[in-house]
């Protein structure tokens, strides 16, 4: 084959087929059979699409489609194909953080307000140390004994020492067993009130 477009033009003309009738049956337009018949196919688009309008229209006029694809891969080589190359989607870098870097950080920044607050606390003196940290000095006995001085008595024991001092010496009995005195019972203040009775016997 000397010339795949007119080869295809002879073709296409001996079965008296018109491009609408083309169009209607495989959706190739006049203007593309135009440019497959006078050999344009560089002008048509990329390698795959004008491989694929030839092949169905080769396929569509009953031609030989070997024949018709050998004289393709001569006047359109396979070398002369552009490669595929994707458009690169550029998407804009966002800085992304850990949420445990963003913890981290703000558990440093919290430790260091409260470092510098208690720092200022200290510096100003409002610190103090627990009592229960504190250990008492012993104390001396000079200081021991002004202590002592100047603690109020107990007005409980003054009371009982008071009342032991009022007790006559009348009622304090001799234990000759003992050979020590002790005081008489004098609790007996019904017997004080009424007086000598018979029921009250003495206990010796």
Do not use: C
Request: net charge neutral; glycine share 6%.
């Amino acid at each position: 084959m000397e010339d795949l477009g007119k080869y295809l033009l002879e073709l296409r003309k001996e079965r008296g087929i018109s491009y609408s009738e083309i169009w209607g049956d495989i959706r190739i337009s006049e203007a593309q059979i135009k440019a497959i018949e006078e050999n344009r196919l560089r002008q048509m688009g990329n390698y795959g699409h004008v491989k694929a309008l030839v092949y169905n229209y080769a396929r569509y006029l009953e031609a030989d489609l070997v024949l018709v694809m050998n004289e393709f891969k001569i006047m359109l080589p396979e070398n002369t194909k552009k490669e595929f190359t994707p458009r690169r989607i550029i998407k804009e870098k966002k800085i992304m953080l850990s949420t445990n870097f963003l913890w981290t950080m703000g558990i440093i920044i919290f430790v260091m307000i409260l470092g510098s607050i208690l720092l200022h606390a200290y510096n100003q003196g409002w610190l103090h140390a627990p009592e229960f940290f504190k250990k008492d000095k012993p104390l001396l006995t000079e200081e021991l004994q002004e202590k002592q001085r100047d603690e109020k008595p107990d007005s409980l024991r003054l009371r009982m020492r008071a009342l032991s001092e009022s007790i006559p010496q009348s009622n304090v009995l001799e234990d000759k067993s003992l050979g020590r005195s002790s005081p008489a019972d004098t609790t007996d203040y019904i017997g004080q009130i009424l007086g000598d009775s018979p029921v009250n016997v003495q206990i010796n």
